[in-house]
């Protein structure tokens, strides 16, 4: 697994961006129906007041018609004015003279059940109801002899419900308005200031491994703490990766040095006149040193294939070129095993690094040749696979079991049978260089059904 496709241990525990739309969304929630409620009173109590206001005028006008002659009550409301008076568009509109006593002197005698009595002079309103329909009433106070007659006007409430309804839907709209533009200008204020944050990431998502450089980023005050940070830690992981290239230096020094030095002294012991009872001994010798150097080597190119350690640039290389670079070195070692060692080698460029290239075709051929047995052929190819560059390495030995073939990636592990010199570190080495160029390796079957075949499949360039 490539580190990019490795699990986070981050784990999520919410979002900022959600977190802000709350804490700045949840006021409205209390705010406008508190501004609706606001905006519907102001505008519709006016409203209100006026449309009272000219049903007391009416009343203030029929009281004027009120006069007392000889004693008598006189009501000089002609049928002119009587018809003007109940002209409305909307309402019914009522009126009624009621005397001290309660007695209907003119007008509707629906308004004698309203109970109300006003000193003379007086103006109220109240709200009644005639034949189950809600009207609005004004009552005023007209002197009559020794007591107060009554004016009463009354009218039907569709007027005030139409104004209050439209206050309402007014109110509504008006606050959702509100809303959608503040939530509208919240998404973008708050989109805009955490884009730096999502420009921190992608700029660090896209970076390799090896690419250690100061964040490019302008960064916001409350950002830039974060940004140097990560600067900081770069800083320090440069720092360890020198650190780390100058052990690898001097480890290839140091181990490569004494090993190779032992396996020729002991080489030179075999050419030397020597007792037979030791002969066996210097040839154990010897395979042990060979082992130990290669395992010397392997292990430094496990290190240096490891991206965070890589410093050599990426460049275009052809898989032909590779692999036939790598025949003079390994055609001595095929034949000396008595291994048919084969090149069908076709153009296939691919976008790499040439010296770790080198190290994963030389553990395959490596293992093929240490496996595979006498007498058997080992066949390296490269080719193109519809736009795709392709390695293989296939052999006719005894190949590795289906269900081993997972496990010998893993290091030092040794697929059955345990016969030859490795150290289970071959595969391991081929699958983190695949993954440091974005390839693929898959462990198969060949076509003749014996032995095994090695696909190494790397990304399309002109993908």
Not at 166 to 183: D, H, N, P, Q, S
Not at 233 to 249: D, K, V
Not at 340 to 346: R, Y
Request: proline share 5%.
């Amino acid at each position: 697994m490539t580190a990019p496709e490795r699990a986070s241990s981050a784990q999520p525990t919410g979002s900022v961006k959600r977190t802000l739309f709350a804490w700045l969304l949840l006021p409205l929630l209390v705010i406008v129906p508190a501004g609706a409620a606001v905006q519907y009173w102001f505008s519709a109590r006016p409203a209100i007041a006026a449309f009272d206001h000219a049903l007391g005028d009416t009343a203030l006008a029929l009281a004027n018609l009120v006069r007392i002659d000889d004693g008598r009550v006189v009501f000089e409301l002609t049928a002119e004015t009587e018809r003007s008076l109940r002209t409305d568009q909307t309402d019914v509109i009522y009126y009624a003279l009621v005397d001290p006593m309660g007695r209907l002197l003119a007008g509707d005698h629906e308004l004698l059940s309203i109970n109300t009595a006003e000193a003379a002079g007086e103006l109220a309103y109240l709200d009644a109801r005639i034949d189950t329909r809600p009207v609005r009433v004004a009552v005023r106070g007209v002197a009559c002899g020794s007591g107060a007659c009554q004016v009463r006007v009354a009218e039907t409430m569709l007027k005030r419900e139409r104004m209050l309804s439209g206050a309402a839907k007014g109110a509504a709209a008006t606050m959702l308005l509100v809303v959608i533009t503040l939530a509208a200008a919240i998404a973008v204020g708050v989109t805009r200031s955490m884009r730096p944050l999502g420009a921190v990431g992608t700029e660090i998502a896209q970076r390799s491994l090896e690419d250690l450089r100061p964040l490019e980023v302008t960064a916001p005050s409350e950002i830039a703490p974060l940004v140097n940070a990560l600067d900081r830690l770069f800083e320090r992981l440069r720092h360890a990766t020198q650190a780390h290239q100058a052990f690898i230096a001097d480890a290839a020094h140091q181990l490569r040095t004494p090993l190779t030095s032992l396996k020729t002294e002991i080489e030179l012991a075999l050419l030397e006149p020597h007792a037979p009872d030791v002969d066996a001994t210097l040839r154990r010798l010897h395979a042990q040193a060979t082992r130990g150097a290669r395992l010397a080597g392997q292990l430094l190119a496990m290190a240096r294939s490891d991206p965070g350690s890589q410093t050599a640039e990426p460049e275009r290389l052809e898989l032909k070129e590779v692999a036939g670079a790598a025949a003079d070195e390994w055609v001595p070692h095929a034949v000396a095993a008595g291994i048919d060692l084969g090149f069908a080698l076709a153009p296939a460029c691919v976008r790499g690094r040439r010296f770790l290239l080198r190290e994963m075709l030389g553990n395959l051929v490596h293992n093929a040749l240490e496996y595979a047995g006498r007498g058997s052929e080992v066949t390296v190819r490269s080719y193109t696979d519809h736009g795709t560059p392709v390695l293989e390495v296939e052999d006719n030995g005894p190949g590795i079991a289906p269900d081993e073939r997972d496990r010998v990636f893993e290091r030092f592990y040794r697929a059955e049978p345990r016969d030859g010199n490795g150290s289970g570190l071959g595969l391991a080495i081929v699958r983190e260089i695949a993954d440091g160029h974005g390839a693929r390796v898959d462990l198969l079957d060949p076509p003749g059904g014996t032995g095994l075949l090695v696909r190494v499949r790397f990304p399309n360039l002109s993908a």
